[in-house]
């Protein structure tokens, strides 16, 4: 069985995700991951999505959508997971058909990335060489590829994809690589937060929240 880790970007007007056409206008909260997604049933499915920001905004919106058939949001602070019902829209409904037709699995989560100069989705797909070959080539119009790499499948449930984040892996591995948890350390919150653009503050707390999800899955 192969694997492939893909991303998926597009440009402005492309509907790609219900959740996240909705959260678009607004820099208040926004998707992180889609955890998983319910196959379609009379064009419907549920989905768990991972959200960061004001949870309370989230609601809002999510109440006034067309779409929304049901949801319920839970969590703290400015993490939260959605549970959603839905009517199948843009993008995530393309993908669902493909991977259908072409007997594809999808390695959830998928995770949404966002920088400087675009916005995508990464994920993780696994099959045959010659079915993931067909599920490329059935990528819509307006949506661009790029293969990050491909090989053979190896199951490894205690991954760090698996316990954390995209954004907490990326601070994880710098802090790792710049000698963070050397005795004595070799690099400081300052230092590793000038090298990702980010406050220090908020470089301690995701340091906090990776150590506890890591500390909670090795107890578990």
Known sequence: MRYATIVLTWGEGVSVHPVDDLLM???DVAVETVQYVGPVYEGRYVEFVELHGDLD????????????????????????????????????DDLLTI???????????????DTDSERGLQLTVLGTSEAIRRAAAEIPEGISLRLERMGEYEPDTGKLSSILTERQETLFDL???EGYYEVPRETTH?????????????????????????????VD
């Not at 259908?100 to 390695?107: A, H, K, M, T, Y």
């Open 25 to 27: 206008g607004t820099n």
């Open 57 to 92: 905004v989230a609601r809002a919106l999510l109440a006034d959508s067309p779409e929304t058939v049901e949801y319920d949001i839970v969590g703290e602070d400015d993490r939260g997971v959605l549970y959603l019902h839905c009517q199948t829209t843009g993008l995530v």
């Open 99 to 113: 991977l259908r037709e072409q007997q594809i699995v999808l390695d959830w989560p998928m995770r949404y990335i």
């Open 175 to 177: 802090a790792v690589r």
């Open 190 to 218: 300052r230092e590793l937060a000038d090298e990702l653009g980010l406050t220090t503050g908020t470089v301690s707390e995701r340091l906090q929240r990776i150590e506890a999800k890591l500390v909670s899955t090795y």
